[in-house]
T-cell receptor
Framework: NAGVTQTPKFRVLKTGQSMTLLCAQD?????MYWYRQDPGMGLRLIHY???????AKGEVPDGYNVSRLKKQNFLLGLESAAPSQTSVYFC????????????FGEGSRLTVL | DAKTTQPPSMDCAEGRAANLPCNHS???????VYWYRQIHSQGPQYIIH???NNETNEMASLIITEDRKSSTLILPHATLRDTAVYYC???????????FGDGTTLTVKP
């Protein structure tokens, strides 16, 4: 049982390049989330999904796109990376029912030059 | 989701109780209070949650005021390994959106 797995863990991009972060969970959770965390700051919600095929905007969605084609996967895409998107990205998931506890991945550190 | 207010930082002596406050004056009747902590740059870890009754588990206790406008997380015997950023959030259990604030940086000192 791996929990929430994020790939890649580290990535360096040049301005204007595109990339996709993958989040995979093996707990059959309905909800999935993408957060970003800048140095010394808290987590800010980018996008989230309440089920397969659905996505919704969070607090800071601009410059990002997401897809949830399979229940276990939640992809975060950057179409044209900017230095302001340098951050640590965390994925999380939770059950629809139960305690509502969020389970987090280990994070993906992205640097845009 | 209701917003929360936490002090940016707190210190605690090792072995003493750490009491971390959180204000959530606009909390709705169906919103729960959750606490998480983040050690170094790891992913946040769930600690405890509650609706209106006080809660206790193996990690901590959660005290929610009768009007539910504030709460306190209590780490009964803080250790150096409890040094972390602690986040208080409020959310409806079955609602998708879940937002975090900036949290409280707790430093446990020897």
């Amino acid at each position: 049982n791996a929990g929430v797995t994020q790939t890649p863990k580290f990535r360096v991009l040049k301005t204007g390049q595109s990339m996709t972060l993958l989040c995979a969970q093996d707990m059959n959770h309905e909800y999935m989330y993408w957060y970003r965390q800048d140095p010394g700051m808290g987590l800010r919600l980018i996008h989230y999904s309440v089920g397969e095929g659905t996505t919704a905007k969070g607090e800071v969605p601009d410059g990002y796109n997401v897809s949830r084609l399979k229940k276990q996967n939640f992809l975060l895409g950057l179409e044209s990376a900017a230095p302001s998107q340098t951050s640590v990205y965390f994925c999380a998931s939770s059950y629809l029912q139960g305690t509502g506890e969020l389970f987090f991945g280990e994070g993906s550190r992205l640097t845009v030059l | 989701d209701a917003k929360t207010t936490q002090p940016p930082s707190m210190d605690c002596a090792e072995g003493r109780a750490a009491n971390l406050p959180c204000n959530h004056s606009t909390i709705s009747g169906n919103e729960y209070v959750y606490w998480y902590r983040q050690i170094h740059s790891q992913g946040p870890q769930y600690i405890i949650h509650g609706l209106k009754n006080n809660e206790t588990n193996e990690m901590a206790s959660l005290i929610i005021t009768e009007d539910r406008k504030s709460s306190t997380l209590i780490l009964p015997h803080a250790t150096l390994r409890d040094t972390a950023v602690y986040y208080c959030i409020v959310r409806v259990v079955n609602a998708g959106k879940s937002t975090f604030g900036d949290g409280t940086t707790l430093t446990v000192k020897p």
